[in-house]
């Protein structure tokens, strides 16, 4: 795919993909030389892996698949829900926890493409980062780093994963 080099292209495709303040994602890649495009799709397709807001319907599913298969990798997951919701937990409590330690696991992840925290001084150069790829699978430089930059600002909601006003 050719990137856009014309910021009124480039923001006008940010736009087309759901960001918010899409201009300022392109000004950014175009001025400072910021693989903004890379970062902001990344982000978009690992927030699709957060459970959405007020969307509980998976609590009934992890459920139902604890039941069927009692003891699978995650069936503890299906088991706490039941016994959460037999407490009288709401079903919004639940996603709101799960989706926010979601979110908050993603965040982590991100930090930890650009910065290993390896303690061992053997290790203290070893690296790692994500980059996007020819059709041959070669990383094409630069690194896409600083996403956990960016986690909150592409929050779904916009909220940035401050609670609903009608949470309390």
């Known amino acids: 795919m050719r990137i856009p080099t014309d910021l009124d292209e480039l923001t ?7 960001a918010r303040e899409p201009a300022s994602w392109a000004r950014s890649q175009l001025e400072e030389g910021i693989p903004q495009l890379q970062r902001f799709l990344f982000l978009r397709q690992a927030w699709r892996n957060v459970v959405r807001e007020g969307d509980t319907d998976w609590i009934q599913g992890e459920i139902q698949r604890a039941q069927q298969y009692p003891d699978r990798p995650y069936a503890g997951v299906g088991h706490a829900l039941r016994r959460c919701l037999d407490k009288g937990v709401s079903a919004q409590d639940l996603n709101d926890i799960v989706r926010g330690m ?16 390896l303690t061992e001084k053997e290790l203290v150069d070893f690296g790692w980062g994500l980059f996007q790829v020819d059709s041959a699978g070669n990383p094409i430089p630069p690194c896409i780093g600083g996403l956990h930059e960016s986690v909150l600002g592409t929050d779904p909601t916009g909220r940035e994963m401050r609670p609903r006003k009608e949470a309390d």
């Open 102 to 117: 979601q979110a908050e696991c993603l965040f982590n992840i991100c930090y930890l493409l650009d910065d290993p925290m």
């Open 12 to 18: 006008a495709l940010f736009e087309k993909l759901g």
